[in-house]
């Protein structure tokens, strides 16, 4: 549930406060990437191979 206003209106990652914020999974709508997806992006960066957005 979201309850930070700036993460309602514009979201997290918009927000001048977000590299600061110790809260923002709990109030806001930030969501860590998941490992194997992160782990996955990299070697697909790596090889080159962009993906569909």
């Given at each position: 549930m979201t309850l930070c206003p700036i993460a309602l209106v514009a979201g997290c990652k918009k927000c001048p406060a977000?590299?600061?914020?110790?809260?923002?999974?709990v109030l806001g709508d930030y969501q860590k990437p998941d490992e194997s997806q992160?782990?996955?992006?990299?070697?697909?960066?790596?090889?080159?191979?962009k993906r569909d957005e």
């Open positions: 977000f590299s600061a914020c110790p809260l923002k999974s992160t782990k996955q992006d990299v070697e697909n960066t790596q090889a080159g191979v």
